[in-house]
């Protein structure tokens, strides 16, 4: 796998399959990109348990927090980890205990730990590294470009509009109707 550079496809497949992800490095700082992840990916539908052993016992956003992975109850589909690279490490080795084990493991920005990754992919588990499912959902959904910014995705259909005093997200579905390979 060539961690520089995922194609649509790939980080696609991964956020419309996961539906319970584990959040290393969760933060009750409201100020913090762990909060404030968190608080998106919940508003998207997943079910996110928060784990950092400093908070564990308490709630963030309403979800209990977990001292480590294996406190977690149930089956966990993504670690997401907000953790430097050199902790990242043993982060993935807790996940690869777990049974069932995790489907993918995702690394947020900056955060990089090849050779975790490596043990990752031997055991079965998809990888992301150096990337944030906030913006990629952002991105693929095209929910990103509603504040100017270039998500990379070409489109000729009409921008959406934006409905006075509604929420309103986007799907993941390929922007050009395909089977969610590349655009």
């Known amino acids: 796998m060539n961690h520089d550079d995922y194609s649509n496809g790939y980080i696609r ?27 998106y990916l919940l508003d998207r539908g997943y079910r996110v348990h928060p784990v950092n052993p400093v908070l564990a016992g308490r709630e963030i956003l309403g979800r209990t927090v977990y001292g480590s992975l294996a406190d977690v109850p149930g089956a966990i589909d993504m670690v997401d980890i907000f953790r430097n690279a050199e902790a990242a490490g043993a982060v993935v080795d807790e ?21 975790a990754a490596a043990r990752a992919e031997a055991a079965g588990l998809k990888v992301v590294m150096n990337r944030c499912p906030k913006i990629e959902l952002g991105r693929l ?13 070409l489109s000729s259909k009409r921008a959406p509009q934006l409905k006075q005093g509604k929420f309103q997200k986007l799907g993941l579905r390929p922007t050009f109707g395909g ?3 590349d655009e």
């Open 141 to 153: 959904s095209s929910e990103i470009a509603w504040m100017g910014v270039n998500s990379r995705t």
């Open 13 to 39: 497949g991964i956020l419309s399959s996961v539906k319970v992800i584990a959040m290393v490095g969760a933060s009750a700082n409201e100020v913090r990109p762990s909060y404030f992840v968190l608080k």
């Open 95 to 115: 996940a690869l205990k777990l049974e069932p084990k995790p489907q993918v493991i995702w690394m947020q920005l900056t955060v990089r730990n090849d050779a």
């Open 179 to 181: 089977s969610g390979g």
